[in-house]
């Protein structure tokens, strides 16, 4: 009995979006298979399930042997053995590094260790990514993180060029490489309410002001590391808050900039010393290792993020009222006679009024 087939023959390799999709997800075969037939896809196809499952099956194998070059972005576009063109290339690359919010917030300010990896069951478990979508995502965290700490230059612009990555998701992956080389503490319950992107806000911040190459970019240590002339210089910040005088001072300047500008103007008064304090000594702090680990912590427990943040406060600040005050205490210390750090002040109260307007959730 003769049988005829209709067939094609090309050179460009054929690959569904959607399919991707799945295997990235760590869909099985049969799950994908069920969502596309729910999704109407034999009816627009005019195909049998044998048809749709083969075809699932084949692009699933075209995947995993493109993944190996995935790993490196730029063998992509220099192989062979897949026709590929290069808007599909961009795209393969892109959702390959592409991550879930909910995943990388499990993990942000941890060690890329396999001890970490041992625990992605539980995380899997927590977010409700799959263990095999986990692990590829922190397979790629610790790729990225490998191949660019022994880099010269920019970090967002070293992982763009290396990966190939679009400007936001290199900058996304910058802050997860920050915050894994200097351990920064996430985890805590205060800190729940913050999502990456409140991180990844802060982490752009600090790499631009207070590391190594916020002076000079081409520097070995890149923008992973804090610069520590800079925070032995934050020392001299204390002055602020040990001399009486100076403290006075600054107070009576910030409250006359304040009066009759806020409903909050009283507390805002009676609080100015601890939260002064508060903030002054968070960076006298930032030469200890520990205290650098607690940074965003301390943030929230020893200035005005987490106080203000209580709904049962009828004095709540809104976050026009915290702009406000943090623009009046950093530039009245400024006209501050006997306080000689203003440089360093600067430098120090950009990056901490940025966070904490940022951490602060109105």
């Known amino acids: ?16 979006e959607e399919v991707y999709q799945f295997w990235l997800d760590g869909y099985t075969v049969n799950d994908a298979v069920k969502v596309r037939m729910e999704g109407g896809v034999l009816e627009e196809c005019e195909a049998s399930a044998e048809v749709l499952r083969s075809d699932t099956m084949d692009q699933y194998r075209t995947f995993q042997m493109c993944e190996r070059l995935l790993h490196s972005p730029a063998k992509l576009a220099n192989q062979l053995l897949f026709q590929i063109p290069p808007h599909r290339q961009t795209m393969l690359i892109e959702r390959y590094y592409t991550f879930d919010g909910v ?5 942000l300010g941890k060690k890329l260790s396999k001890g970490t990896k041992k625990d992605l069951d539980d995380v899997s ?3 409700g990514v799959t263990l095999k979508s986990c692990r590829r995502q922190f397979d790629n965290f610790k790729r990225v993180f490998k191949v660019v700490e022994e880099l010269k230059g920019p970090l967002v612009e070293n992982i763009r060029q290396h990966f190939l990555l679009s400007d936001k998701l290199a900058r996304d992956y910058a802050a997860i490489v920050f915050f894994a080389n200097n351990r920064f503490e996430t985890g805590k319950k205060k800190l729940h309410y913050l999502t990456f992107q409140d991180f990844a806000f802060c982490a752009g911040q600090l790499i631009s002001n207070w590391t190594v190459g916020a002076l000079d970019n081409m520097l070995e240590d890149m923008d992973v590391d804090l610069e520590k002339e800079f925070l ?6 204390k002055i602020l808050i ?19 500008k806020t409903k909050a103007f009283n507390e805002m008064e009676a609080n100015f010393k601890n939260l002064s304090r508060g903030l002054v000594n968070i960076a006298a702090k ?8 607690d940074f965003f912590i301390d943030l929230v427990e020893k200035t005005f993020v987490l106080p203000m943040r209580l709904p049962c406060r009828s004095d709540k600040w809104t976050a026009g009222d915290m702009r406000l005050y943090l623009t009046h205490y950093t530039n009245s210390a400024h006209i501050l006679d006997t306080f000689k750090h203003q440089v360093v002040w600067d430098r120090y109260m950009g990056v901490i009024k940025s966070c904490i307007l940022k951490m602060y959730h109105d």
């Open 1 to 16: 009995m003769s049988v005829e087939l209709d067939v094609f023959v090309g050179n460009t390799t054929i690959m569904d």
């Open 103 to 107: 995943f990388v917030r499990e993990v």
């Open 125 to 127: 478990a927590k977010t």
């Open 232 to 237: 032995q210089d934050l020392k001299e910040l």
């Open 242 to 260: 040990t001399d009486k005088d100076l403290l006075d001072q600054h107070k009576s300047l910030v409250c006359t900039a304040l009066r009759g």
């Open 286 to 293: 930032l030469t200890n290792t520990k205290d650098v680990r």
